[in-house]
């Protein structure tokens, strides 16, 4: 059964920086592609970052975050710079478990597992 843990978030300034980090268990390192998506209260999730062997970004964060891998640690970080408060919602992480090393998933329902959530509050 394959869980995902979030964490880093927390309340930060804007301008700030905050790292998230999803630790993935049942699962083997690296044989999963992972996306970072976020929902804030009144709006539909979005996509924000995937990596597969490539590395994908919405339009609001690029250049600003950044998706990266630790297999060694089954683990996938957002590492977030310039912090917005248009950046403040629940930040999940998902796998997709069947994946193309070459392909993009940046639509919530080709993910199949998800974690739980991570707040990140950004005051203006």
């Known amino acids: 059964q394959v869980e995902l843990v979030e964490s880093g978030g927390g309340l930060v300034q804007a301008g700030g920086s905050l790292r998230l980090s999803c630790s993935a268990s049942?699962?083997?390192?690296?044989?999963?592609?992972m996306g970072w998506f976020r929902q804030a209260p009144g709006k539909e999730r979005e996509f924000v970052a995937g990596?597969?062997?490539?590395?994908t970004y919405s339009d609001s964060v690029k250049g600003r975050f950044t998706i990266s891998r630790d297999n060694a640690k089954n683990t996938v970080y957002l590492q977030m710079n310039s912090l917005k408060s248009e950046d403040t919602a629940l930040y999940y992480c998902a796998v997709r478990l069947a994946w193309s090393d070459s392909a993009t998933y940046t639509q919530a329902f080709l993910y199949n597992v998800w974690g739980q959530g991570t707040q990140v509050t950004v005051s203006s």
């Open positions: 049942g699962v083997g390192p690296g044989r999963y592609a």
């Open positions: 990596i597969t062997r490539i590395t």
